[in-house]
Protein backbone atom coordinates (compact mmCIF):
# COMPACT_ATOMS: atom_id res chain seq x y z
CA UNK A 1 0.00 0.00 0.00
CA UNK A 2 1.21 3.22 -1.04
CA UNK A 3 1.04 6.54 1.28
CA UNK A 4 0.91 10.12 0.06
CA UNK A 5 3.01 12.38 1.93
CA UNK A 6 0.78 14.91 3.77
CA UNK A 7 3.75 17.50 3.48
CA UNK A 8 3.78 17.20 -0.41
CA UNK A 9 2.64 20.01 -2.62
CA UNK A 10 -0.54 18.36 -4.33
CA UNK A 11 -1.59 21.91 -6.21
CA UNK A 12 -0.24 25.01 -8.03
CA UNK A 13 -1.75 28.33 -7.81
CA UNK A 14 -1.95 30.54 -11.18
CA UNK A 15 -2.48 34.64 -11.78
CA UNK A 16 -6.26 35.18 -13.76
CA UNK A 17 -7.48 38.29 -14.95
CA UNK A 18 -10.15 40.09 -12.91
CA UNK A 19 -12.93 41.43 -14.62
CA UNK A 20 -13.72 45.28 -13.75
CA UNK A 21 -17.42 45.60 -13.04
CA UNK A 22 -19.83 48.63 -14.14
CA UNK A 23 -19.42 51.75 -12.45
CA UNK A 24 -23.33 52.05 -11.46
CA UNK A 25 -25.52 48.43 -11.03
CA UNK A 26 -29.31 49.26 -11.03
CA UNK A 27 -31.87 47.10 -9.85
CA UNK A 28 -35.44 46.78 -11.08
CA UNK A 29 -38.31 44.05 -11.39
CA UNK A 30 -40.08 43.19 -13.77
CA UNK A 31 -42.96 45.10 -13.34
CA UNK A 32 -40.42 48.22 -13.73
CA UNK A 33 -38.77 46.93 -17.16
CA UNK A 34 -42.35 45.98 -18.49
CA UNK A 35 -43.17 49.52 -17.18
CA UNK A 36 -39.96 51.78 -18.83
CA UNK A 37 -41.16 49.71 -22.30
CA UNK A 38 -44.54 50.82 -22.34
CA UNK A 39 -44.06 53.93 -21.25
CA UNK A 40 -41.31 54.69 -24.21
CA UNK A 41 -43.66 52.40 -26.61
CA UNK A 42 -46.74 54.31 -26.16
CA UNK A 43 -45.09 57.97 -26.30
CA UNK A 44 -43.79 57.18 -30.35
CA UNK A 45 -46.14 57.81 -32.84
CA UNK A 46 -43.69 57.70 -35.50
CA UNK A 47 -39.49 58.02 -36.39
CA UNK A 48 -37.56 58.74 -38.71
CA UNK A 49 -33.80 57.60 -39.20
CA UNK A 50 -30.60 58.43 -41.90
CA UNK A 51 -28.44 55.46 -41.98
CA UNK A 52 -26.02 53.52 -43.63
CA UNK A 53 -27.55 49.73 -44.47
CA UNK A 54 -25.12 46.86 -44.88
CA UNK A 55 -26.29 43.63 -45.95
CA UNK A 56 -24.66 40.03 -45.70
CA UNK A 57 -25.88 36.58 -46.85
CA UNK A 58 -24.85 33.10 -46.22
CA UNK A 59 -25.06 29.97 -47.59
CA UNK A 60 -24.22 27.85 -44.63
CA UNK A 61 -24.17 24.67 -46.37
CA UNK A 62 -22.04 26.14 -48.88
CA UNK A 63 -19.69 27.88 -46.54
CA UNK A 64 -20.13 31.10 -48.91
CA UNK A 65 -20.92 34.59 -46.99
CA UNK A 66 -21.77 37.57 -49.09
CA UNK A 67 -21.02 41.24 -48.21
CA UNK A 68 -22.69 43.93 -50.14
CA UNK A 69 -21.25 47.59 -50.32
CA UNK A 70 -22.75 49.67 -47.38
CA UNK A 71 -25.30 52.05 -49.09
CA UNK A 72 -26.97 55.39 -47.29
CA UNK A 73 -30.86 54.96 -46.97
CA UNK A 74 -33.60 56.36 -44.99
CA UNK A 75 -36.51 54.66 -42.46
CA UNK A 76 -39.65 55.97 -41.78
CA UNK A 77 -42.51 54.46 -39.47
CA UNK A 78 -45.75 55.69 -38.49
CA UNK A 79 -47.72 53.21 -36.09
CA UNK A 80 -49.31 51.13 -36.31
CA UNK A 81 -47.49 49.33 -38.75
CA UNK A 82 -46.57 51.89 -41.72
CA UNK A 83 -43.27 51.72 -42.42
CA UNK A 84 -40.97 53.31 -45.40
CA UNK A 85 -37.56 52.45 -46.59
CA UNK A 86 -35.57 53.70 -49.33
CA UNK A 87 -31.91 53.71 -50.37
CA UNK A 88 -29.49 55.26 -52.86
CA UNK A 89 -26.64 54.08 -54.49
CA UNK A 90 -23.46 55.03 -52.90
CA UNK A 91 -21.53 58.03 -53.90
CA UNK A 92 -23.77 59.41 -56.80
CA UNK A 93 -26.96 58.91 -54.15
CA UNK A 94 -29.32 58.20 -57.05
CA UNK A 95 -31.82 56.10 -55.94
CA UNK A 96 -31.67 52.34 -55.66
CA UNK A 97 -35.13 50.79 -53.90
CA UNK A 98 -38.02 52.00 -52.32
CA UNK A 99 -40.26 49.63 -49.92
CA UNK A 100 -43.61 50.70 -48.27
CA UNK A 101 -45.75 49.26 -46.30
CA UNK A 102 -49.48 49.51 -45.11
CA UNK A 103 -48.86 47.06 -42.05
CA UNK A 104 -50.79 43.81 -44.32
CA UNK A 105 -49.14 44.16 -47.47
CA UNK A 106 -45.89 45.85 -49.02
CA UNK A 107 -44.87 47.21 -52.37
CA UNK A 108 -40.95 47.25 -53.13
CA UNK A 109 -39.74 49.13 -56.32
CA UNK A 110 -36.03 48.57 -57.23
CA UNK A 111 -34.78 51.58 -59.41
CA UNK A 112 -31.17 50.15 -60.12
CA UNK A 113 -33.13 46.91 -62.02
CA UNK A 114 -36.64 48.75 -62.92
CA UNK A 115 -38.14 46.00 -61.17
CA UNK A 116 -41.44 45.89 -58.69
CA UNK A 117 -42.51 43.34 -56.60
CA UNK A 118 -45.76 43.09 -53.94
CA UNK A 119 -46.28 40.53 -51.38
CA UNK A 120 -47.58 40.27 -47.80
CA UNK A 121 -45.49 41.95 -44.88
CA UNK A 122 -44.01 38.74 -44.12
CA UNK A 123 -43.05 35.99 -45.92
CA UNK A 124 -45.29 32.88 -46.57
CA UNK A 125 -42.98 31.06 -48.88
CA UNK A 126 -39.91 31.30 -48.67
CA UNK A 127 -37.97 32.43 -51.53
CA UNK A 128 -33.98 30.86 -52.76
CA UNK A 129 -33.36 34.51 -53.65
CA UNK A 130 -32.19 35.81 -50.27
CA UNK A 131 -33.41 39.64 -51.17
CA UNK A 132 -36.98 38.41 -51.99
CA UNK A 133 -37.40 37.65 -47.92
CA UNK A 134 -36.46 40.91 -46.66
CA UNK A 135 -40.44 41.95 -45.77
CA UNK A 136 -41.32 45.28 -43.49
CA UNK A 137 -41.91 43.25 -40.65
CA UNK A 138 -38.72 42.22 -39.09
CA UNK A 139 -37.61 46.05 -39.64
CA UNK A 140 -41.16 47.50 -37.34
CA UNK A 141 -40.32 44.78 -34.70
CA UNK A 142 -36.49 45.45 -34.53
CA UNK A 143 -36.44 49.04 -34.81
CA UNK A 144 -38.28 50.18 -31.59
CA UNK A 145 -38.36 47.35 -28.82
CA UNK A 146 -42.19 47.47 -28.42
CA UNK A 147 -44.27 47.47 -25.21
CA UNK A 148 -46.04 44.41 -23.54
CA UNK A 149 -49.63 43.44 -24.51
CA UNK A 150 -52.02 43.21 -21.53
CA UNK A 151 -52.43 39.79 -21.60
CA UNK A 152 -48.76 38.85 -22.66
CA UNK A 153 -46.81 36.22 -19.92
CA UNK A 154 -43.48 37.44 -18.54
CA UNK A 155 -40.57 36.37 -16.37
CA UNK A 156 -37.48 38.10 -15.31
CA UNK A 157 -33.97 36.46 -14.73
CA UNK A 158 -30.75 38.50 -13.86
CA UNK A 159 -26.84 37.05 -15.08
CA UNK A 160 -23.66 38.56 -15.41
CA UNK A 161 -21.62 37.62 -19.03
CA UNK A 162 -17.95 38.58 -19.33
CA UNK A 163 -16.86 40.21 -22.23
CA UNK A 164 -13.55 41.24 -23.51
CA UNK A 165 -12.57 45.00 -24.12
CA UNK A 166 -11.24 44.59 -27.71
CA UNK A 167 -8.79 47.94 -27.39
CA UNK A 168 -7.66 46.99 -23.62
CA UNK A 169 -7.63 43.59 -23.26
CA UNK A 170 -9.58 43.66 -20.19
CA UNK A 171 -12.20 41.86 -19.23
CA UNK A 172 -15.09 43.41 -18.57
CA UNK A 173 -18.21 42.26 -16.29
CA UNK A 174 -21.78 43.21 -17.54
CA UNK A 175 -24.94 42.80 -15.41
CA UNK A 176 -27.84 41.94 -16.91
CA UNK A 177 -31.56 41.15 -16.83
CA UNK A 178 -33.71 38.90 -19.01
CA UNK A 179 -37.08 39.75 -19.97
CA UNK A 180 -39.17 36.62 -21.70
CA UNK A 181 -42.15 37.47 -22.49
CA UNK A 182 -44.79 34.58 -23.27
CA UNK A 183 -48.01 33.74 -24.44
CA UNK A 184 -50.38 30.46 -23.85
CA UNK A 185 -51.23 28.27 -26.76
CA UNK A 186 -54.84 27.96 -27.47
CA UNK A 187 -56.33 25.39 -25.45
CA UNK A 188 -52.89 24.97 -23.58
CA UNK A 189 -51.25 25.35 -20.61
CA UNK A 190 -48.07 25.39 -22.69
CA UNK A 191 -46.13 28.77 -22.68
CA UNK A 192 -45.01 29.91 -26.11
CA UNK A 193 -41.99 31.89 -26.31
CA UNK A 194 -42.62 35.17 -28.04
CA UNK A 195 -39.62 37.50 -27.44
CA UNK A 196 -36.66 37.48 -24.84
CA UNK A 197 -35.43 41.51 -24.23
CA UNK A 198 -31.60 41.73 -22.57
CA UNK A 199 -31.24 44.76 -20.68
CA UNK A 200 -28.10 46.36 -19.02
CA UNK A 201 -28.19 46.56 -15.69
CA UNK A 202 -25.94 50.04 -15.66
CA UNK A 203 -28.60 52.23 -18.08
CA UNK A 204 -31.58 49.89 -18.29
CA UNK A 205 -31.76 50.21 -21.39
CA UNK A 206 -32.72 47.17 -24.22
CA UNK A 207 -29.34 45.68 -26.19
CA UNK A 208 -30.66 42.31 -27.21
CA UNK A 209 -33.97 41.57 -28.53
CA UNK A 210 -34.77 37.80 -29.49
CA UNK A 211 -37.88 37.17 -30.93
CA UNK A 212 -39.59 33.44 -31.79
CA UNK A 213 -41.64 32.37 -34.23
CA UNK A 214 -45.39 30.58 -33.78
CA UNK A 215 -42.98 27.35 -33.88
CA UNK A 216 -41.38 28.55 -31.28
CA UNK A 217 -37.71 28.60 -33.40
CA UNK A 218 -35.99 32.08 -33.08
CA UNK A 219 -36.53 33.81 -36.14
CA UNK A 220 -35.04 37.66 -35.69
CA UNK A 221 -32.21 38.17 -33.24
CA UNK A 222 -31.59 42.23 -33.01
CA UNK A 223 -28.61 43.84 -31.06
CA UNK A 224 -28.86 47.29 -29.85
CA UNK A 225 -25.16 49.09 -29.94
CA UNK A 226 -24.13 51.94 -28.06
CA UNK A 227 -27.11 54.17 -27.34
CA UNK A 228 -26.33 57.79 -28.31
CA UNK A 229 -28.50 61.51 -27.82
CA UNK A 230 -30.13 62.13 -31.05
CA UNK A 231 -32.23 65.69 -29.90
CA UNK A 232 -32.67 64.88 -26.74
CA UNK A 233 -33.84 60.85 -26.88
CA UNK A 234 -31.66 58.38 -27.00
CA UNK A 235 -31.28 55.74 -29.71
CA UNK A 236 -28.68 52.90 -30.35
CA UNK A 237 -26.08 53.92 -32.83
CA UNK A 238 -26.58 50.86 -34.55
CA UNK A 239 -29.07 48.19 -35.03
CA UNK A 240 -27.84 44.29 -36.66
CA UNK A 241 -30.86 42.61 -37.89
CA UNK A 242 -29.86 38.98 -38.00
CA UNK A 243 -32.90 36.78 -39.79
CA UNK A 244 -31.10 32.77 -38.87
CA UNK A 245 -33.61 30.96 -40.80
CA UNK A 246 -32.89 32.69 -43.75
CA UNK A 247 -29.72 33.62 -43.21
CA UNK A 248 -29.41 37.09 -43.94
CA UNK A 249 -28.04 39.94 -41.60
CA UNK A 250 -28.74 43.98 -41.86
CA UNK A 251 -26.59 46.45 -40.09
CA UNK A 252 -28.01 49.88 -39.70
CA UNK A 253 -25.46 52.56 -38.31
CA UNK A 254 -27.50 55.26 -37.59
CA UNK A 255 -26.89 59.14 -38.43
CA UNK A 256 -29.60 60.62 -37.13
CA UNK A 257 -33.15 60.29 -35.68
CA UNK A 258 -36.16 62.10 -35.07
CA UNK A 259 -39.01 60.64 -33.20
CA UNK A 260 -42.97 61.96 -33.26
CA UNK A 261 -42.57 64.21 -36.93
CA UNK A 262 -45.10 64.78 -38.54
CA UNK A 263 -45.85 62.04 -41.04
CA UNK A 264 -48.85 62.21 -43.76
CA UNK A 265 -50.18 59.28 -46.30
CA UNK A 266 -48.48 59.94 -48.90
CA UNK A 267 -45.20 59.76 -47.43
CA UNK A 268 -45.74 55.76 -47.19
CA UNK A 269 -46.56 55.35 -50.87
CA UNK A 270 -44.85 54.52 -54.17
CA UNK A 271 -45.20 55.61 -57.18
CA UNK A 272 -44.39 52.93 -60.10
CA UNK A 273 -44.02 53.80 -63.37
CA UNK A 274 -46.68 52.47 -65.45
CA UNK A 275 -44.16 50.77 -67.62
CA UNK A 276 -42.56 47.93 -65.22
CA UNK A 277 -44.08 45.32 -64.28
CA UNK A 278 -45.14 44.30 -60.84
CA UNK A 279 -44.27 40.51 -59.36
CA UNK A 280 -46.61 38.76 -56.76
CA UNK A 281 -44.27 37.13 -54.08
CA UNK A 282 -45.88 35.12 -51.42
Given at each position: ?12 T ?15 S??D ?15 Y????V???T?KS ?16 M ?15 K ?8 DG ?17 N ?14 P ?15 D???LT??T ?11 L?T??Y ?15 P ?5 FH ?18 E ?8 A?FG ?12 P ?13 K ?7 N ?8 E ?7
Amino acid sequence: MTILPLSGCLFSTRKLPVPTAPAVTQTASAEDLVKKLNEHWNGLNTLYANVDVQLTTTKSKEGVAKDYSTFPGIIMMRKPEMLRVYGRVPVIKSPMFDMASDGKTFTLYVNSKDMAYKGPNVVTHKSPNVIENIRPGFFLDALIVRGLAQNDEYMLTADTDTVEDPKRKHLLLTPEYILSVMEHKPGSQELRPMRVIHFHRDDLLPYEQDIYDEQGSLETEVTYGRYADFGGSKYPSTVTIKRPLEEFQIVLTVNTVKENMDLKDNQFQIQIPPEVKIQTLQ
